[in-house]
């Protein structure tokens, strides 16, 4: 019985071994995934703020332009003023020299907030930059690590599985079909070592029965989960 026992809390910390080793290997294209996802926004990002920023330089361009033109005009005014021939003529060019200007004042503050958001962008954009670097060396990073764990895993994963087969082949011919059963479908959790009189998978007590089987050697299967039990030492 006690070599039973032993075989079969062998076995189950050979299928713990291999389900934690191909949950590992199986999270490395995810790893991988998310270093390339982290990129592609980042470059999003940048790409986004860089187009920001071109509509912000034409705009401010052409706000240029406009305060250029208004600027022209004044001057142009101002040598028709020298030419008036009346009163009337003269305050009239006034006038619109006057509301000219008013409008000149208004776009140079309009060109200087723009300056100053531009500036602002042009920082943003420069940590938007450096962090496209560093998603760039993160996901270069994580290739090589990947494609390092996933040989590594895929070694170990061989070796395991070739333990396992050795285990098995100690395993009472009772207890094999229904091993096989319950390790295909479930892995590691098709066994469970009793732990205070429960199952250490669900944790459903064992009845008497239960308890008496195990001690002589019988194969016991929880009546909760099904999982082929064994006794702590």
């Keep these: 019985m006690t070599a039973t026992v032993d075989i079969l809390r062998d076995l189950h910390r050979i299928h713990t ?3 934690d080793l191909r949950a590992r290997l199986e999270r ?5 995934d998310a270093a390339q996802t982290r990129l592609a ?4 990002a940048h790409e986004q703020q ?3 920023i071109q509509q912000l330089t034409l ?4 706000q240029e332009l406009l305060l250029g033109e208004r600027e022209a005009r004044v001057e142009t005014l101002k040598g028709k003023l020298k030419e008036c021939s009346s009163n009337k003529e003269y305050q009239t060019l006034s006038d619109e020299i006057a509301a000219i200007n008013e409008t000149v004042s208004s776009i140079s503050d309009d060109i200087l907030q723009q300056y100053d958001h531009l500036e602002a962008e042009q920082t943003t954009l420069e940590s938007l930059h450096a962090d496209v ?5 993160s996901l270069a990073e994580t290739e090589s690590f990947i494609a390092e764990e996933e040989s590594t895993l895929a070694m170990e994963i061989s070796r395991i599985v070739l333990q396992l087969k050795n285990a098995e082949g100690d395993l009472p011919h009772d207890f094999r079909s229904e091993y096989s059963r319950m390790t295909e479908a479930r892995g590691a959790e098709g066994l469970a070592e009793v732990v205070e009189n429960c199952c250490g998978t669900c944790f459903q007590q064992i009845s008497l029965q239960m308890e008496s089987e195990l001690r002589v050697g019988k194969m016991v299967q929880c009546q909760g ?3 082929i039990l064994y006794t702590a030492q």
């Design 50 to 52: 860089k187009s920001t």
């Design 59 to 62: 705009a401010s361009k052409e």
């Design 41 to 44: 926004r980042a470059e999003s």
């Design 28 to 32: 490395c294209p995810k790893q991988l």
């Design 17 to 19: 071994q291999l389900t």
């Design 133 to 137: 670097e560093d998603s760039r060396t």
């Design 225 to 227: 989960c099904a999982a």
